[in-house]
């Protein structure tokens, strides 16, 4: 086993989603969603296909701006934070993209395996040794060891995704986040990654968010469940309540699409949202319509105040 890559255990951050509302070509993706990741806790985040579970990512990834509300890790704003805010920021995260294609894995085409790993630890200070050690190491756990020399595109589909992730665990950020964790792999594979994410968190005490449909795979790593349906997080909680009876894909989806009571968000609501005051600074505004019958009623109810007071 190898030590953590900055030879000290990171604690990972709090991470926090406030009142997120973002439209994708005028279409609501995310409203008002509200989500907090605990310190050093895996928080797995499952819903129906297109509830808008990358995109979340990707905006805690800083790919996309929220239309209104924040993101932010341990305080600091991801889409508002400085360069050098926005460069240890970057440094701390390690992001595993969805998709199994070279592009979508966004493994480096004309790398080696070995020299994606290389590349993605070059820059810690490590020594050479200390880089080769670790990326052997990782290959080593996706059973990559013996393609070492191969190009990404030389792979099966299956291979590139466990290179990609051998990739994002070589790092050891603070914070991990791994999108569409199991797509790509059958259930052997599945287990090798669950063992390696679980033994590095327990390591590192990273901060974990895991994209899934797999409801085995959620039961093994989450410490608390996050439901996301129509751009909302619909339930929130422990894997053993949250995905109680849950047997399989459609009974999750037929579960969780009840109890989005609310449906997809209203595209004027949205517009409204994003084009309207700030809710959280909002103030209580008096319409100056109101103000002179708000007048008379308190002088007539101080006058009968007095009255009362006069005549005892
Ligand atoms: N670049 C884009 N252009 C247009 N629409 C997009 C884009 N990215 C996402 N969307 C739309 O946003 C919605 C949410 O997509 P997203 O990929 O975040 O969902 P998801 O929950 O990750 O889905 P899946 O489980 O299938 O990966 C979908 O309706 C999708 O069509």
Known sequence: ???????????????????????????????????????????????????????????LAGLVAPGRGTVTVDGVDVHAAGEAQLRQLRRGMSVLFGG????????????????????ALDGRGLSPERVERIAMHRLREMRLHDRADTLPAELPAHGRKRLAIARTLAVEAPVLVLDELETGLDAAHADTLVAAVREQHERTGATVLVT?????????????????????????????????????????????????????????????????????????????????????????????????????
């Open 100 to 119: 199994p294609s070279v592009f979508e894995s966004s493994l480096f085409g004309s790398l080696s395996a070995y020299d994606n790993l290389a590349y």
């Open 1 to 59: 086993m190898t030590g953590p890559v900055s030879g000290a255990s990171p604690r990972g951050p709090a991470i926090d989603f406030t009142d997120v509302t973002t439209t994708i070509d005028d279409t609501p993706v995310l409203f008002r969603l509200g989500l907090h990741l605990a310190p050093g806790t895996v928080t797995v985040l499952m819903g129906p296909s297109g509830s808008g579970k990358t995109t979340l990512v990707r905006h």
């Open 212 to 312: 899934t449909h797999d409801i085995a795979l959620a039961r093994e790593l989450a410490d608390t469940v996050a439901i996301l349906c129509h751009g909302r997080i619909v339930a929130c909680g422990p894997p053993s309540e949250l995905l109680h009876g849950v047997t399989d894909a459609d009974d999750f989806d037929r579960r969780f699409r009840i109890s989005d009571f609310l449906g997809p968000p209203d595209p004027e609501a949205t517009r409204a949202e994003l084009d309207g005051p700030r809710r959280r600074s909002r103030t209580i505004e008096l319409d100056p319509r109101l103000l002179v019958p708000a007048l008379v009623v308190l002088a007539l109810v101080t006058s009968y105040c007095l009255f009362l007071l006069l005549t005892r």
